[in-house]
């Protein structure tokens, strides 16, 4: 499983990048937004989908010594789409935005 096979099967993702370490190869998880009706009033909320790792972009399993990862706390609370990913990883190996 990647980023691409996760958005074909959930639609529309956001990113959220992992705060250990160094920064250079961060974790990220991948979430999916919910909308949800509740008493009369449309609310929000996020859904993890997956986890990978930075450095080689395997999913992190949600059992056993992996399900740490899971956990909100070591996330950033600001978010990118795909596209907007797409394109900073654009910008960094300096290629040309496309237009879908």
């Not at 790792?53 to 950033?76: F, V």
Request: with cysteine.
């Amino acid at each position: 499983m990647n980023l691409h096979e996760v958005r074909k099967e959930h639609g529309d993702v956001v990113l959220c990048i992992g705060r250990a370490g160094n920064g250079r190869r961060p974790n990220y998880r991948v979430d999916v937004t919910e909308k949800r009706c509740l008493f009369g009033d449309e609310t929000t909320r996020l859904l993890v989908v997956a986890c990978f790792r930075g450095d080689n972009h395997k999913p992190y399993t949600p059992e056993g010594e992996e399900a740490d990862i899971l956990k909100d706390a070591g996330w950033s609370t600001g978010m990118m789409t795909y596209d907007e990913v797409r394109a900073l990883i654009g910008q960094i190996r300096g290629l040309r935005p496309t237009h879908a």
